[in-house]
């Protein structure tokens, strides 16, 4: 690696070195203080391994920058442990094609400035024309941020141009609060299933057992215990993927163990009937798979609004509120945190304590009432 003075030329001081992986590179500069402070930059960085080639920044547009990453999701994930779900890719494609491209598909990923991506997130329109909801900025702006942070891990880009320079993105739309979870009780969720008449062992199942749509309508009669611990193997899941529904893994793509109610295994035995091990427990007409929007429409709302036109303050759970409901009458039984996990699905207990510490909090002062009666037993005062 070397300084040069050149004989001619505005630009008389030249850089000359040759990178990690043993390319000549060279470059001008019209004074001997700016080469010097680039020759001492460019030696750090090849010795530490950190070097940025600024020329590639330049040749690679997004779109090829994408690419690269969408096959590097669909193959490995973005963690490189597992491979993105059929779901998770078709979101990130139609995330892609129907914001990002628009705008940045042929810009070199060198050119892409913070101000610019920020001014674009701002203004970013809908499909329709119209100003984009919080909802779709948000995730378009934090899809973008994870694109060019995949150029950073490909040491195209030193830093991510989606970010200020203190790792910042203030463009980027607070969450929408989420609508709060409905809880029902048993004698509710008993009634909601009756309701619901020919689905009612549908409704029970996922009341208590807090399996995901794509869960239960996928379950087969193979995946069942009804023996003495009746219990569901859950492995696998229906999502829906460009307007088909495509069978695969959980959300999570682990499998998990999940015990279910005797007297509704029971039930479900006696209304097996002759069911091989592959037949769907839960399916619609002549076998089909049940698509939420469909079934929802045609029985779980008109047997909520029955139930509402008739009983007090009956409350109006979505579907998935029937998986909340499921954790909810497991921590009120006493179930500890490893079982309510399980139940869940959840990656870990921490998870399930992040998003019920509502439910344990009540729990721990019946905790301390149970401690209380323990010892009012052995006549402790």
């Known amino acids: 690696?070397?300084?040069?003075?050149?004989?001619?030329?505005?630009?008389?001081?030249?850089?000359?070195?040759?990178?990690?992986?043993?390319?000549?590179?060279?470059?001008?500069?019209?004074?001997?203080?700016?080469?010097?402070?680039?020759w001492h930059a460019t030696v750090r960085s090849v010795q530490s391994g950190t070097y940025i080639d600024p020329r590639a920044a330049t040749r690679l547009t997004v779109d090829q920058l994408y690419e690269d990453w969408i096959?590097?999701?669909?193959?490995?994930?973005?963690?490189?442990?597992?491979?993105?779900?059929?779901?998770?890719?078709d979101n990130y494609r139609r995330c892609y094609e129907n914001y990002v491209?628009?705008?940045?598909?042929?810009?070199?990923?060198?050119?892409?400035?913070?101000?610019?991506?920020?001014?674009?997130?701002?203004?970013?329109?809908?499909?329709?024309g119209r100003p984009a909801g919080v909802t779709t900025r948000r995730e378009v702006a934090l899809y973008f941020g994870r694109l060019m942070g995949h150029a950073v891990k490909k040491r195209l880009l030193a830093t991510n141009p989606a970010k200020d320079p203190l790792g910042q993105t203030d463009y980027v739309p607070a969450r929408v609060k989420q609508r709060e979870h409905v809880y029902l009780t048993m004698p509710q969720l008993t009634a909601l299933a009756k309701a619901c008449e020919e689905f009612e062992l549908f409704v029970m199942v996922a009341g208590t057992c807090?399996?995901?749509?794509?869960?239960?309508?996928?379950?087969?009669?193979?995946?069942?215990?009804?023996?003495?611990?009746?219990?569901?193997?859950?492995?696998?899941?229906?999502s829906e993927v460009g307007g088909r529904l495509v069978l695969g893994p959980t959300k999570g793509g682990d499998s998990r163990i999940v015990p279910l109610p005797a007297l509704i295994a029971r039930r479900i035995a006696e209304t097996s009937g002759d069911g091989s091990p592959g037949t769907r427990v839960f399916s619609g007409g002549r076998g089909s798979v049940l698509r939420n929007s469909t079934w929802t429409r045609r029985h779980y709302s008109p047997a909520i609004a029955e139930l509402q036109a008739t009983v007090t303050n009956f409350p109006r759970p979505t579907f998935h509120d029937l998986r909340h409901t499921a954790v909810s009458l497991a921590i009120?039984?006493?179930?500890?945190?490893k079982v309510v996990q399980r139940i869940a699905g959840h990656a870990s207990a921490t998870m399930t304590?992040?998003?019920?510490?509502?439910?344990?909090?009540?729990?721990?002062?019946?905790?301390?009432?149970?401690?209380?009666?323990?010892?009012?037993?052995l006549g402790w005062e």
């Open 1 to 38: 690696m070397a300084i040069n003075k050149l004989s001619s030329g505005v630009k008389r001081w030249e850089v000359d070195w040759t990178t990690a992986d043993s390319k000549r590179r060279r470059r001008r500069f019209a004074t001997k203080r700016e080469a010097e402070d680039f």
């Open 71 to 89: 096959s590097r999701i669909t193959v490995m994930g973005a963690n490189g442990r597992k491979p993105a779900s059929a779901k998770t890719a």
């Open 101 to 128: 491209a628009p705008r940045w598909a042929h810009t070199p990923i060198g050119k892409v400035r913070y101000d610019d991506v920020a001014a674009w997130i701002v203004a970013l329109k809908g499909r329709d």
């Open 210 to 238: 807090g399996l995901r749509w794509g869960e239960i309508t996928a379950l087969t009669y193979e995946d069942l215990t009804l023996g003495d611990k009746p219990a569901m193997s859950v492995s696998k899941a229906f």
């Open 332 to 337: 009120s039984s006493g179930a500890n945190v």
């Open 353 to 377: 304590l992040d998003t019920y510490a509502g439910l344990f909090d009540d729990d721990l002062h019946d905790s301390a009432g149970r401690l209380n009666t323990a010892l009012s037993r």
